[in-house]
């Protein structure tokens, strides 16, 4: 029988040892909110470095719902925090003198119960959000039931080794003014067990796992097993890769995490729909949404208002009345989206006079 963890696990090893003792930042969770992320800056620089660290702090912190990607979230608290670092001098030095705004590769994870609304899966299902810009990736794992040997149920964002170092929308500190992050920020909804396990990585790391899985040379339970390791043996394994050349050379973080809590009680054998991982970096464009929930688009509130719900053309989600662009992807309202929504008003108002009518005829 395999020992999974039970609590989180971080490792971190910077990119040379004088600097290995440094506190943390760039990875962690907080568990009261079921939050997990790891940030790395595009480069060497300390300004990099500084924005994926608060880039971080302010996802684990915030509080938000499922709508992540609105302007006024945790990323707009991230990009008070840097000014006010500038301000400070603690920044490590801005904008770059090329002129070019420091940024970071980033993900993030939101975990929580799903009860489905007739309650046949209360307490026996997890939903999760995972937020992601550039190449840090996320692996989803699940452990056998008898001999807890976890296989792999999918990753994302980046779909293969190879595509690595290809052009991946990183995190910046400047971006262009909008209703909503999508082209620049991916979203990706689905669903879990209590108890799956989730790896996530910086880029240098991910793409050696991902090589790993596609050789089919079976490194789950090393990776699962990690958090019983002292982090000196880590540091130590991780440079006689990046010696060897299978790893690049950066600095490197992983977060090991169990989703849930393990039933107390036998559960019945739950047949779920698991995300479509494969819709992620191939078949849809570099920074496009990815919004499903066992293979639905997954609006978190399904109100039927007018006659029913105008979804985003490009992500599925509701638009909210009285607003002309969706609040996740920003995408506009097409024409005909404007005609369906002067025709369900037409609908209801409709409605509301035939009710008065009649109630005007029974009073009088």
């Given at each position: 029988m395999i020992d999974t963890p039970t609590d989180p696990a971080a490792f971190h090893v910077a990119l040379d040892d004088a600097f290995q003792g440094e506190r943390q930042r760039g990875l962690g969770w907080n568990l009261a909110a079921n939050r997990y992320a790891v940030g790395l800056g595009t480069t060497d620089s300390p300004a990099d470095q500084r924005w994926a660290e608060l880039v971080v702090e302010a996802f684990l912190a915030d509080s938000f719902s499922d709508q992540l990607l609105v302007p006024d979230g945790w990323l707009s608290t991230a990009r008070t925090?840097?000014?006010?670092?500038?301000?400070?001098?603690?920044?490590?030095?801005?904008?770059?003198?090329?002129?070019?705004?420091?940024?970071?590769?980033?993900?993030?994870?939101?975990?929580?119960?799903?009860?489905?609304?007739?309650?046949?899966?209360?307490?026996?299902?997890?939903?999760?959000?995972?937020?992601?810009?550039?190449?840090?990736?996320?692996?989803?794992?699940?452990?056998?039931?008898?001999?807890?040997?976890?296989?792999?149920?999918?990753?994302?964002?980046?779909?293969?080794?190879?595509?690595?170092?290809?052009?991946?929308?990183?995190?910046?500190?400047?971006?262009?003014?909008?209703?909503?992050?999508?082209?620049?920020?991916s979203l990706h909804m689905g669903t879990c067990l209590p108890g799956d396990l989730v790896v996530l990585a910086t880029p240098a790391l991910s793409r050696w796992i991902l090589t790993e899985h596609e050789a089919h040379r079976d490194l789950w339970v090393y990776l699962v097993t990690l958090p019983g390791e002292e982090e000196a043996e880590f540091t130590q394994a991780l440079r006689d890769l990046q010696a060897a050349g299978e790893v690049a050379t950066e600095p490197t973080s992983l977060v090991v995490a169990r989703i849930g809590e393990i039933p107390a009680i036998e559960q019945p054998a739950l047949e779920i729909a698991e995300v479509d991982y494969a819709t992620s970096g191939e078949v849809m464009p570099a920074g496009a949404i990815v919004a499903r929930h066992q293979g639905r688009p997954f609006p978190k509130d399904r109100r039927i208002v007018f006659g029913g719900p105008i979804r985003c053309f490009r992500c599925g989600n509701d638009f909210p009345d009285g607003t002309s662009r969706c609040l996740v992807c920003g995408a506009p309202l097409t024409p005909f989206d404007r005609y369906r929504r002067w025709r369900n008003v037409r609908r209801f108002m409709r409605r509301v006079r035939r009710r008065l009518r009649r109630l005007f005829e029974w009073l009088f």
């Open positions: 925090a840097w000014h006010r670092a500038i301000e400070r001098g603690s920044a490590g030095g801005g904008i770059a003198s090329d002129g070019v705004s420091p940024a970071a590769s980033f993900i993030g994870l939101f975990t929580e119960p799903y009860d489905s609304p007739n309650g046949t899966v209360a307490g026996q299902l997890w939903r999760w959000w995972a937020v992601a810009a550039g190449e840090c990736s996320l692996f989803h794992l699940r452990p056998d039931e008898v001999s807890g040997v976890p296989t792999l149920v999918g990753w994302l964002p980046v779909r293969a080794s190879a595509h690595f170092g290809a052009l991946h929308d990183d995190m910046a500190t400047i971006m262009p003014r909008s209703e909503g992050l999508g082209p620049w920020v």
